[in-house]
């Protein structure tokens, strides 16, 4: 099974300019625990968790004093992106090494859609259970 059968394709993102509250909303909104942000060309250049948001306002100490900074400020630059064609098994490895909760999928260097572990797990236990 591939990422193209499990992957979020309808996702929000944020864009060059969406500030952290942007980000926040979104996230509240569509019940996502992170974002990407994408450029012009939809091609990801950084990722923003819950956990990024509150690591800066532990450093910052005050959320409403950050909420108008871009939230790419406090994103992680360059993710790790994957194929739609990699293996679920081989993408979760990747997730499971690298500490990550997401993994944007991309086909042309344009962003189509996301992936999350839990989507990973979940479809791993549903392909076993169908091979018994």
């Known amino acids: 099974m591939t990422l193209r059968e499990v992957l979020h394709a309808h996702i929000p993102t944020l864009n060059q300019e969406s500030t952290l509250r942007d980000a926040i909303d979104k996230m509240d909104i569509y019940q996502f625990p992170a974002l990407v942000i994408v450029d012009d060309n939809a091609k990801p250049t950084h990722v923003i968790t819950e956990g ?16 108008s900074d871009l939230a790419k400020q406090y994103a992680s630059a ?22 990550l909760t997401v993994l944007p999928v ?27």
Request: glycine share 4%; aromatic share 0%; net charge negative.
């Open 52 to 67: 990024d948001i509150g690591r800066a306002v532990q450093v910052r100490d005050s959320l409403t004093k950050i909420q």
């Open 78 to 99: 360059n993710p790790t992106v994957s194929s739609p064609d990699q293996e679920i098994n081989d993408a979760l490895h990747t997730m499971l090494q690298s500490g």
């Open 106 to 132: 991309v086909e042309e260097d344009r962003l189509i859609g996301m992936v999350m572990r839990m989507d990973l797990m979940h479809a791993l236990l549903v392909d076993a259970a169908t091979l018994k």
